[in-house]
DNA sequence: GATCTTGTTCGGTATCACCAAACGGGGTTA
DNA sequence: TAACCCCGTTTGGTGATACCGAACAAGATC
C-alpha cells in the first residue's frame, strides 16, 4: 500500500537534513510507530509479538507501550493469553472527528457531498490543504460496491489528484512552483503531469472552466473531477470532487458532470460568505 | 462538557483500585494528555504555555512532546514565535476513519443512514457496542441548524441513550444487570431511568416493538428513537438511531418514526447476512 | 521605543524506558 | 491424555533520556 500514513513517503522529499534528534522524545516516537504499526493491522490487530518485530524493538517494550495505550483507551484488545491481539481504539475515532470537524468546512459542505453523490451516482470527497498536500476530511460512497480512493487523512498528491489541481488553480503561477519545489512532480498513475508548464497549462484549463480532471493520473483505470471551494477572503479553503472509473465515465460525461462538481462547490461557497 | 474522552467518566466507574504504575509509559501517559488538552484546544489551538498549564508539565516538556508530534504529523501548528500555536494534525483523521472502518458495519450502514436522514430529516447516527457503552462510529447531520449529538468515539451510557436502549434490548435480563452493575445507572436527563428493574421492563417493551425511544433520558429537550443491527449469527453488533429537539416530535410521530428506524435497521441487518 | 509576554534553547540529574531472560498457561499435536 | 511448543506476561538492572529550571530571543502591545 502506498502512502500508508499522513506523512507518508515525503520522507525523501520533505527536507529533514537538519539534526532530527532535537527536541524529539525518543518513547513517545516509538509509541508512535507502534500506533501506525496498528493501524495496518486491521480488524483482526497484532499480537505483541508483532508489534515488537514490525516496529523494532523487545517484546516487553512494546507491551509496556500498549499497556499505556490501553489504559488511555487508544488501543482495544480482545483474546486473551497466547490469542491476544491489540487493535486501534475509539479514542482515535473521537479525535478523528474533532480534527476534521475543527474547519468548519465540513459541517457545511458534507449535506451537498451527500446530494452531490445521490445526483451523480459517484463517490465524492471533501479535501482540505496541507502543507500543499491534499488531504480529505470527509466523503460520501457511492452506490458502487467498489471503493476508490478511500481513505481520510492521508496526504494525497496535489499535481496527480483532481481535488489537489482544483485547489492548486486558484493560486498563483509563483505560489504554485513553491509547492511543486518542495513535492516535486513524482508520476503516479499512466497519464501523471510530470512536467511544471504542462502542470500550469492544465491548471489554467481547470481555472477557466471552474473543474479540475484527473484523467488517470493517479491510478489506473480511475478518473477524478473536482472543483475548489473559496472562502469570504476569496481565498482557497478546499475541495470537493467526484470518483469514477474510467469506463463508467464516457468523454462527453466528464463536461456535464464537471458542471455538476462545480455548481456544488460554488454553492458551498456561497454558504460560507465567499462570493 | 461531559463525557470529554474515550474513557471519560468511568474513572469513577472502572475498578482501577490495583497498582496503575504498572507497565506504564510515563512519557507517553504525559504525551497523551497533551494531545486531549489539544483535543479540546478546538480549532484556534493551543500555546505551549497553555498546554504545559493544563496538563501540569513544564514549558520545555510541553515543547518537546509537541515538536515529536508535530515531525509525525499528529499535531499541526500556525503562528510563528508568540502568536505560534497548536492543534491536533490530520494524523488523527486518517487513524480514526481507519478505526470507524475496522468493523466493516460503517461501510454496509452509512448509506442506508444517509437515506434514513433524507427520509425522517433529522440527524442519524451509527453505534457500536464498547464494554457495555454505545460509542458512535458514523454520523450523517441533518437540515436543522442545530446540531446535537455530534460526537463520534465517545462513550455514551447505554442506559440513558436510544441507541443504548436498543442494543441493550437484544441481550437477556442477566447480561444486562451484569453492564448496569460494572457502569451504574448515573442520571443524566429529566427522565434517565435510573432503577434497574424500571429500565428492564423498558427494554422488554423496546424488544417487543423493536425500537427503543430516549425521551429526554439523556439530555433535556432531546428524544432519540434507536433500533438494533444485528449480524448473521444474530447477535448485535450495533445500533442506529435519529435524533430530534422534543418540540418537533409530537407523541404520535414517534410510533412512525420507529418503525422507519426500524425497517432501516432490519435492512442493514439482512445486508449484513443477518436473519 | 520601552516593556511585557511568550516561544525557544540549553545543561544537569534523577528518573525511567528499554532490553534480556525467566515464567506460566493455553493450544495443538501425537 | 500428555508432552511439547509458542507466546503473552513478569521481573530486575542499567544506561540512556525525559524532565525541569533558568536563560535567551523575538513579536506584540501600549
Same mark, same amino acid.
Given at each position: 500500500? @502506498?502512502?500508508?500514513?499522513?506523512?507518508?513517503?515525503?520522507?525523501?522529499?520533505?527536507?529533514?537534513?537538519?539534526?532530527?534528534?532535537?527536541?524529539?522524545?525518543? +518513547?513517545?516516537?516509538?509509541?508512535?510507530?507502534?500506533?501506525?504499526?496498528?493501524?495496518?493491522?486491521?480488524?483482526?490487530?497484532?499480537?505483541?509479538?508483532?508489534?515488537?518485530?514490525?516496529?523494532?524493538?523487545?517484546?516487553?517494550?512494546?507491551? +509496556?507501550?500498549?499497556?499505556?495505550?490501553?489504559?488511555?483507551?487508544?488501543?482495544?484488545? &480482545?483474546?486473551? %493469553?497466547?490469542?491476544?491481539?491489540?487493535?486501534?481504539?475509539? +479514542?482515535? /475515532?473521537?479525535? !478523528?472527528?474533532?480534527?476534521?470537524?475543527?474547519?468548519?468546512?465540513?459541517?457545511?459542505?458534507?449535506?451537498?457531498?451527500?446530494?452531490?453523490?445521490?445526483? /451523480?451516482?459517484?463517490?465524492?470527497?471533501?479535501?482540505?490543504?496541507?502543507?500543499?498536500?491534499?488531504?480529505?476530511?470527509?466523503?460520501?460512497?457511492? $452506490?458502487? @460496491?467498489?471503493?476508490?480512493?478511500?481513505?481520510?487523512?492521508?496526504?494525497?498528491?496535489? &499535481?496527480? @489528484?483532481?481535488?489537489?489541481?482544483?485547489?492548486?488553480?486558484?493560486?498563483?503561477?509563483?505560489?504554485?512552483?513553491?509547492?511543486?519545489?518542495?513535492?516535486?512532480?513524482?508520476?503516479?498513475? $499512466?497519464? @501523471?503531469?510530470?512536467?511544471?508548464?504542462?502542470?500550469?497549462?492544465?491548471?489554467?484549463?481547470?481555472?477557466?472552466?471552474?473543474?479540475? *480532471?484527473?484523467?488517470?493520473?493517479?491510478?489506473? %483505470?480511475? *478518473?477524478?473531477?473536482? /472543483?475548489?471551494?473559496?472562502?469570504?477572503?476569496?481565498?482557497?479553503?478546499?475541495?470537493? +470532487?467526484?470518483?469514477?472509473?474510467?469506463?463508467?465515465?464516457?468523454?462527453?460525461?466528464?463536461?456535464?458532470?464537471?458542471?455538476?462538481?462545480?455548481?456544488?462547490?460554488?454553492?458551498?461557497?456561497?454558504?460560507?460568505? !465567499?462570493?
Amino acid at each position: 500500500m @502506498t502512502f500508508p500514513f499522513g506523512h507518508p513517503d515525503n520522507r525523501s522529499v520533505t527536507p529533514n537534513s537538519d539534526n532530527a534528534d532535537k527536541y524529539r522524545v525518543k +518513547s513517545l516516537d516509538h509509541a508512535l510507530d507502534v500506533v501506525e504499526a496498528l493501524a495496518h493491522g486491521g480488524r483482526e490487530g497484532l499480537a505483541v509479538t508483532e508489534v515488537a518485530t514490525t516496529v523494532g524493538m523487545s517484546k516487553s517494550s512494546a507491551y +509496556s507501550i500498549l499497556q499505556t495505550l490501553l489504559r488511555r483507551g487508544f488501543v482495544a484488545s &480482545h483474546g486473551t %493469553g497466547p490469542t491476544r491481539r491489540y487493535r486501534l481504539g475509539l +479514542s482515535f /475515532a473521537y479525535l !478523528g472527528d474533532q480534527v476534521t470537524s475543527q474547519t468548519g468546512l465540513r459541517e457545511v459542505a458534507m449535506p451537498y457531498l451527500e446530494e452531490l453523490t445521490r445526483v /451523480a451516482g459517484l463517490t465524492s470527497r471533501l479535501a482540505i490543504f496541507d502543507e500543499g498536500y491534499a488531504v480529505a476530511i470527509g466523503r460520501i460512497d457511492g $452506490p458502487g @460496491t467498489i471503493r476508490i480512493a478511500p481513505f481520510l487523512g492521508r496526504r494525497e498528491l496535489p &499535481h496527480a @489528484t483532481a481535488i489537489g489541481k482544483a485547489m492548486l488553480s486558484t493560486l498563483g503561477d509563483d505560489e504554485v512552483r513553491t509547492i511543486i519545489e518542495s513535492i516535486g512532480l513524482p508520476a503516479r498513475g $499512466p497519464n @501523471t503531469i510530470v512536467d511544471i508548464d504542462t502542470l500550469l497549462h492544465d491548471l489554467h484549463r481547470s481555472a477557466e472552466r471552474g473543474y479540475a *480532471v484527473d484523467d488517470e493520473e493517479d491510478t489506473a %483505470g480511475v *478518473v477524478c473531477i473536482g /472543483a475548489s471551494v473559496l472562502d469570504r477572503t476569496g481565498t482557497c479553503v478546499g475541495a470537493i +470532487s467526484v470518483t469514477a472509473l474510467k469506463h463508467e465515465m464516457r468523454a462527453d460525461a466528464a463536461a456535464e458532470i464537471g458542471t455538476l462538481v462545480r455548481r456544488y462547490a460554488d454553492t458551498i461557497t456561497t454558504e460560507l460568505g !465567499g462570493r
